[in-house]
T-cell receptor, first 113, second 114 residues
Framework: AQSVTQLGSHVSVSEGALVLLRCNYSSSVPPYLFWYVQYPNQGLQLLLKYTSAATLVKGINGFEAEFKKSETSFHLTKPSAHMSDAAEYFCAVSDRRQGNLIFGKGTKLSVKP | DTAVSQTPKYLVTQMGNDKSIKCEQNLGHDTMYWYKQDSKKFLKIMFSYNNKELIINETVPNRFSPKSPDKAHLNLHINSLELGDSAVYFC?????????????FGSGTQLSVL
């Protein structure tokens, strides 16, 4: 069975600092991995996805993630945090058996001025 | 135009009542989903439909019944509401049913059962 684990339910950074949100996956087959963002009172939006092409994936709003098979990781980074990045971030893996997404428990990102 | 819209945004009701949440997408997508997000923000799939056919039916009480009158609509009807049903319910859609598909989410319906 596939699963994702997000390390840290809450991450706080200062504006301008590096953002690093951690995600580890478990999958017996090559995974398809996603990062979604949820702003307050809104639905989720896709930030980026990995589908076995380039291991470094660039997404919207300056975010990127690197797929590391040896570490079973797909951490999300952004060089410089903006106040507008404050949101809940979800890592997800495709359930190849059923075709739906399996989400992690989310990491809330706070950005301090 | 909102791509995936769900109504109502807020739903407050008493235990034992029956309620429905409606979802419509104007993206021309073939697949629609219902996800439940609990108070700890954990998101879990409930149902998915592809071309009006039920594809995924997770372990959900049979008090929950999805209905897809056409490809653009997937409604969720809940009978005999219980306190534990309180959550945010998200509708989503995708172009197809491939495992690398991007999901488009509605803004959620916050259900509070008193």
């Amino acid at each position: 069975a596939q699963s994702v684990t997000q390390l840290g339910s809450h991450v706080s950074v200062s504006e301008g600092a590096l953002v690093l949100l951690r995600c580890n996956y478990s999958s017996s087959v090559p995974p398809y991995l996603f990062w979604y963002v949820q702003y307050p009172n809104q639905g989720l939006q896709l930030l980026l996805k990995y589908t076995s092409a380039a291991t470094l994936v660039k997404g919207i709003n300056g975010f990127e993630a690197e797929f590391k098979k040896s570490e079973t990781s797909f951490h999300l980074t952004k060089p410089s945090a903006h106040m507008s990045d404050a949101a809940e971030y979800f890592c997800a893996v495709s359930d190849r058996r059923q075709g739906n997404l399996i989400f992690g428990k989310g990491t809330k990102l706070s950005v301090k001025p | 135009d909102t791509a995936v819209s769900q109504t109502p945004k807020y739903l407050v009701t008493q235990m034992g009542n029956d309620k429905s949440i409606k979802c419509e997408q104007n993206l021309g997508h073939d697949t629609m989903y219902w996800y439940k997000q609990d108070s700890k923000k954990f998101l879990k799939i409930m149902f998915s439909y592809n071309n009006k056919e039920l594809i995924i039916n997770e372990t959900v009480p049979n008090r929950f019944s999805p209905k897809s009158p056409d490809k653009a609509h997937l409604n969720l009807h809940i009978n005999s509401l219980e306190l534990g049903d309180s959550a945010v319910y998200f509708c989503a859609s995708s172009q197809g049913f491939l495992i690398d598909e991007k999901l488009f989410f509605g803004s959620g319906t916050q259900l509070s059962v008193l």
